[in-house]
């Protein structure tokens, strides 16, 4: 599986912005797809999850409520929803997929085989 993210840009605080994973592969809808971000000097921070079917959603407790995760599997892509955006959600945004079909991952990125490039967002006070 290749992932390909994009979305990424700058925003001002409280506005939106809404990020795209793109997979290669024709059994994207049989892997659950996992978000991350990475802060400067920081370590990957987790998310939120999808399942592969789109029904199952988890989310760290930093961006419930304000993130979303869906996907549109016949697009084999995944999606990051990202409303009332702080300047501490400035950061490098990752998709991930773990190698084993029809597997939760959880939150740990060491679950995660497969990444994208990374889209970075910046958030301005």
């Known amino acids: 599986v290749q992932l390909q993210a994009s979305g990424g840009g700058l925003v001002q605080a409280g506005g939106s912005l809404r990020l795209s994973c793109a997979a290669s592969?024709?059994?994207?809808?049989?892997?659950?797809m996992g978000w991350f971000r990475q802060a400067p000097g920081k370590e990957y921070e987790f998310l939120g999850a999808?399942?592969?079917?789109?029904?199952?959603?988890s989310y760290a407790d930093s961006v419930k409520g304000r993130f979303t995760i869906s996907r549109d599997n016949a697009k084999n892509t995944v999606y990051l929803q990202m409303n009332s955006l702080k300047p501490e959600d400035t950061a490098v945004y990752y998709c991930?997929?773990?190698?084993?079909?029809?597997?939760?991952?959880?939150?740990?990125?060491?679950?995660?085989?497969?990444w994208g490039q990374g889209t970075l967002v910046t958030v301005s006070s």
């Open positions: 999808i399942s592969w079917t789109g029904i199952s959603t």
């Open positions: 991930a997929a773990p190698k084993s079909v029809h597997r939760w991952a959880g939150g740990k990125p060491t679950a995660y085989d497969y």
């Open positions: 592969g024709r059994t994207f809808s049989s892997y659950v």
